[in-house]
Structures are given as C-alpha cells and as structure tokens.
C-alpha cells in the first residue's frame, strides 16, 4: 500500500514538472522575443531628442533587441545635442539605422551629422539630406575668427564620422562649408546613404542579411519574422519638447510677467501670482536652449511699465502707442539667431502684443476706477447723498437722511423742508447745501 502510494506521488511530481517546462518553454520565447525598435523623431534637435534617442537606444540594447531604427525628420539643432546622439550611435552595440521619412522630410543641419553615422543611412523619396554649415545658436556674436575655428571643429567632425562609416567625406565636408543639400537619389549615387526605401516595411527587407560593424564587432542584421515595436515620446517627454518650442515660450513668458505683476500690485489675488510663477519658471526652461538676447527682454518689460504709466499719465494714447512699439521689438531681438526654426513667428509676435496691451490697459483702468470710485456703504457713502432739513438751519439744525436724522451745518440760510445735499463731513456732522 505505501509503495502504491509513493509511485502515485512521483508519478504526480513528474507529471507537473513536465507540464511547468511545457508552460515555460512557450512563456520564454515570448518574454526574450527579440523586436525591431522603431523610434520616429520631427522637430528640433535639443536636450529632449537627445534624452529620448539615447535612452530608447541603451533599453533596446539592454533588452537583446536585434535593431533600432530612427525614422528622422530635423531642420537642425543644437550642436552640443547632435554630439550626445552621435556619440551614443556610435558606441551602440547593437545596429542602429537612420531613415529619413516620409516623403517631404530632411535631415539637414544636425540631422546630417546624425544621418551619417548611423550603421546604415538611408532616405525615403523626396527627402533631401545637407545643408550642415555652423550657425550662431549661443546668442553672442563670432567674428570671423572664432566662426573658422567652429567651421574647422565642425568639418573635422563629420569627416571623422564620414571615414568611420565609409560615407563620402568629400561631401560631407562640402556640407558643411558650403551648406549644400541633395536629395535622396544623389545621396546614393554619391555615397552618402546605403539605400533609398518607400516605406518602413522596404526597409526592413532591404536591411535583412546586411553586414554592419558595432561596438561589439561585425554583426549581421536579421530582420525576417521579426515584430516592429513602436515607441514614441513619453508625456513627460512631449511636455518639455512642446515647451521648448521659442512661441510657446515666448507666451508663457508674456503670462508669467502680466500674472506677477497683478499678484505684486494687487495683493492676496493668488491665481495670478501662481499662474505666472509657473508659466515664468517654464519660459525660464525653455530659455535654456534658446540664444536670448537680452535687450530684447528690456525692451519686452519696458513696455509692460509703459502700459502701466497710460493708466496714470494723460498721453492721449501716445504712451500706449510707444509700449506697443517697444514690445514688438523685444519680440523680434529676443531670439538672437539666424536660424529660422528658432525665431518667434511675426503670427505670435502681433496678437501677443495687441492681447497684451488691450488687456493691460482695461484690467488696468478698471483697477484705477474701482479705486476713484464713490464710496456706496459707511459714513464716506454719505458724501453727495441728498436729504430734507426737518428744521432750520441757522446755521445748525438736523436733517434727514437715509433714513437717520443727522446734525447739519450750513453756510446758508436752509428752512425746514428744503431739499439738501452733503458736502462733507466732520466727525458726526455733515456740512451740507440747498439744494438749488
């Protein structure tokens, strides 16, 4: 009988621990699937591209995926950004490739530097990829000099890059000197890009068997069977990118200094001391990455004071006219750059300035008015109310008024019944009038 029952006890023990590497061996494939990781930047090469590519690269990496691909769309950026990608690309263990799309997109500028050192380039038709020459991005002004020094620092770079990769050096140097740009089939033909592909689907197929070298060695891409896994910005990280746009911090910064200052004169408001600290300390961010002129920020908060001065001072609208003046050109010499996609657009620039003044000048004169405005409540709401004498006055009597009998002096001879009017007041006494 105990025999019986150990052999039903192994014979149980066996049956479960074939069913557990059953269950584990269809579980494991799926928790170590190896992906595709597709990564699709558009916009402007900053500290938060940066943080976004470098650390989808270094997860893939750590998670035994076979490729990461950026889908790439950039007018440019920040130099110090573009090195951190680069650098990360460059040192990456597992292939990385660069896909300039969907048609109508460029990689020009930073995006070129990027492009060519990816382990495998490549463009979508109607993509266009160059115009890499140094611009002016720190606010400071280069004289030619320091602007030979930057161009030499940054021609060696791509070329070092260019070399490392087997791309064309010649013309990665010439983009960058001469700012030149071509489009994906001259790309190819000059040996810029590996390939030119329709789509993400073409891309996959083309890069599948193709040899690349990485950190770890040569590796050679597999790509057949294997699933594409999107991944896009987090929301912290679409946040911050949104935020570093020069219009939207150009906004915050118009709110922030208008919420302070009516928080400042009109004490114990909150909302707009709270709304404006926040939307100043966000302006303030943004500012991180944009090259501020600031004279252009004086001139800004010049005519904020001037707005305020309209209130007080008689100007017939002259000193309005001048605030407007002097906040449009803040405006436009607050980003201090050559570089389009980093100017505040004239389409902000006018309706934030009109909203302003508008704004400032009727909140404003309201204030004003709620302060010279007749006292209604209280012994001050007396002033100017109208009542009858109920006796003489000669020149002292009482009178009539909302509803109270009052002691009343008079300069004139008042009789009883008279309408009269308060002048003034003195103590519990009220100078009054006839009224005529």
Do not use: C
């Not at 803040?330 to 009109?354: K, N, Q």
């Amino acid at each position: 009988m105990k025999v019986k029952k150990d052999y039903e006890r192994r014979k149980g023990l066996i049956i479960f621990s074939f069913i557990i590497i059953l269950v584990m061996g269809y579980i494991s494939p799926a928790l170590s699937r190896e992906e595709i990781i597709l990564l699709r930047f558009e916009g402007v090469i900053n500290p938060i591209s940066a943080e976004y590519i470098v650390d989808e690269i270094r997860r893939a990496t750590d998670g035994d995926d076979k490729v990461v691909i950026i889908q790439l769309d950039t007018p440019g950026g920040l130099d110090t950004s573009m090195r951190i990608i680069v650098k990360e690309i460059l040192n990456s263990k597992i292939p990385v490739v660069v896909y300039v799309a969907p048609s109508g997109s460029r990689a020009a500028s930073a995006g070129t530097f990027i492009t060519m050192a990816a382990n495998i380039a490549a463009m979508s038709p109607g993509t266009n990829i160059g115009a890499a020459h140094p611009v002016n991005m720190g606010g400071e002004k280069m004289d030619r000099t320091m602007m030979k020094k930057v161009e030499n620092d940054a021609v060696a770079y791509i070329r070092s890059i260019a070399e490392r990769m087997g791309r064309n050096a010649e013309w990665a140097e010439k983009a960058v000197r001469n700012s030149v740009s071509i489009s994906e089939k001259e790309a190819k033909e000059l040996g810029v890009i590996d390939l030119i592909a329709e789509d993400i689907d073409q891309l996959i197929q083309d890069i599948d068997g193709k040899e690349v070298k990485t950190e770890t060695g040569k590796t050679i891409i597999s790509t057949k069977g294997v699933k594409i896994r999107y991944v896009d910005m987090d929301l912290r990280q679409r946040i911050l990118s949104v935020l570093s746009n020069p219009n939207i911090a150009y906004i915050l910064m118009l709110i922030g200094l208008i919420g302070l200052y009516f928080e400042l004169s009109n004490p114990g408001l909150i909302l707009p001391g709270v709304v404006g600290g926040i939307s100043l300390i966000l302006a303030f961010y943004a500012f991180q990455t944009l090259p501020i002129n600031y004279a252009g920020l004086a001139l800004i908060l010049l005519g904020l004071i001037i707005f305020i001065a309209e209130i007080k001072v008689t100007s017939y609208g002259l000193l309005t006219v001048g605030g407007t003046i002097s906040m449009i050109l803040g405006s436009i010499m607050l980003i201090d750059t050559d570089v389009p996609y980093l100017r505040i657009s004239w389409s902000v620039i006018l309706p934030a300035v009109l909203a302003t003044a508008l704004f400032s000048v009727l909140i404003l004169s309201l204030v004003v008015k709620s302060h010279k405005r007749k006292p209604v409540s209280g012994i001050d709401g007396l002033i100017g109310a109208e009542g009858i004498a109920t006796t003489n006055l000669e020149p002292e009597g009482d009178i009539f008024i909302h509803g109270e009998i009052w002691k009343g002096e008079s300069k004139d001879m008042i009789k009883k019944g008279d309408k009269i009017i308060v002048e003034k007041i003195d103590g519990l006494r009220l100078k009054v009038k006839k009224v005529v």
